[in-house]
Structure formats: C-alpha cells, structure tokens
C-alpha cells in the first residue's frame, strides 16, 4: 500500500475554503485515493473518492494532478460542524476488497 | 435504513478477563472488517470476512485475538485474556463487495484495568 503523508494539524474560519493536500509519491496504477472524515466518537465516514483529474460531489472536491503523486481534498465554506480528522488513503480496490490503512491524518480545527 | 450497529458501546474489564464484541453489518453487506483504534492513532487493520471465505487474518496482533462471523451476517469478536495494550476503541465496518466505500459503526471503547 501507498505511503501517504498530510499536514497533522490545520485551522479555519467558518465560510472559508479549506484545501488539505495529501501526497503519495508511490502510488501504484490500479490505486485510488479515498478521504474519510472521523468525528470524535465516531466511526469515519467516507468523502470522496478519485483516480484522477477532479471528482466533485454534495460535499467536497477532489483534485488529482496528472502525476498522481498527491491529491488535494476541498472543503468550501467550512462550517464548525467540519471540525474532524480527515484521513487521505490510497489503495487497489480493483478486487473488491482493500484492509484500509489509516494515518494520524489532519485534525482540521475550524473556528467562529 | 439502519446503519452498522455495534455492542457494547463501552466495556470495562480487569486484566486477564476475556471479553466479546459484536457488530452487526448493514443488511445485505457481504463485506465485514474489523479495526481498532488507540487513543490518538489511526485505524489499525484486524481481520476481514468476505462471504463463506476463510476471514484474512493478517492483523490480528496476537493469538488471543480471534473472530467469527456466524451466517454471513453478525460477528464477534473475542480477546481472552486482555491485557492493558488492549485497550483501544474496536471499530466494525462492512461495505457491498465491490464497493470502495466502508460504512463504520460506532465503536466499542475497551478500558483494560
């Protein structure tokens, strides 16, 4: 599995656009990177997923540079309730089935 | 419809005493993984079931980890003899097989004393 690596910590206003880059310079060709948001207290929860270029659903965006070797996760206008840990993931889900390894990921602190 | 439900949501126990969690999976959800979670870390990988495959247990940490899957629906999974190291929050996911995205319970907390 690719080795990933995002910020540890990052903080904002509410209204504000928040981007979390992640990078994984070994990322293979039948990988895709997957965010997770996790609450204090709660199992995470799936965001969004990519292969590359740009996804975008109801809740974020994801950009994918051509190179692959980093993903950036885009919050637009955060909200408290966006306070969590948001975790980048990379792996082969080709097969159906894929253990996930977490990070520490980022612990985005957003503030009135 | 419900989501991934798990039990108990905390659970204290003396060193050495085994304990059992459950979690039931989203109806219709093939797919049924284990993590744990210590204070401050990331998820760490346990065991996963697909169907009426053998479970891969590669993360189990050790032999006083063991899981079932009774039906291809709920699962248990039992610690004998727990020691402090135990302690961390057991989180259950399940997910359609195929699908990339896991759906997680909300954990059970483990305190060892």
């Known amino acids: 599995l690719a080795k990933t690596t995002q910020p540890i910590s990052m903080d904002s206003y509410e209204g504000q656009e928040v981007n979390i880059t992640c990078s994984h310079n070994?990322?293979?060709?039948?990988?895709?990177i997957t965010w997770y948001q996790q609450f204090p207290s709660q199992g995470p929860r799936f965001i969004i997923q990519?292969?590359?270029t740009k996804v975008t659903n109801e809740v974020a965006s994801l950009f994918i540079p051509a190179d692959r070797k980093s993903s950036t996760l885009s919050l637009p206008r955060v909200s408290l309730s966006d306070t969590a840990v948001y975790y980048c993931?990379?792996?082969?889900?080709?097969?159906?089935?894929?253990?996930?390894?977490f990070g520490t990921g980022t612990r985005l602190l957003v503030s009135p | 419809g419900a989501g991934v439900s798990q039990s108990p949501s905390n659970k204290v126990t003396e060193k050495g005493k085994d304990v059992e969690l459950r979690c039931d999976p989203i109806?219709?959800?093939?797919?049924l993984y284990w993590y744990r979670q210590s204070l401050g870390q990331g998820l760490e990988f346990l065991i996963y079931?697909?169907?009426?495959?053998?479970?891969?247990k590669s993360g189990l940490p050790s032999d006083r980890f063991s899981a079932e899957r009774t039906g291809g629906s709920v699962s248990t999974l039992t610690i004998q003899r727990t020691q402090q190291e135990d302690s961390a929050v057991y989180l259950c996911?399940?997910?359609?097989?195929?699908?990339?995205?896991?759906?997680f319970g909300p954990g059970t907390r483990l305190t060892v004393l």
């Open positions: 070994n990322i293979a060709t039948n990988d895709y």
């Open positions: 109806s219709g959800h093939t797919a």
């Open positions: 990519g292969y590359k």
């Open positions: 993931l990379v792996g082969d889900w080709s097969t159906g089935f894929q253990k996930l390894v």
């Open positions: 996911a399940s997910s359609l097989v195929g699908d990339n995205e896991q759906f």
């Open positions: 079931f697909q169907g009426n495959s053998a479970p891969d």
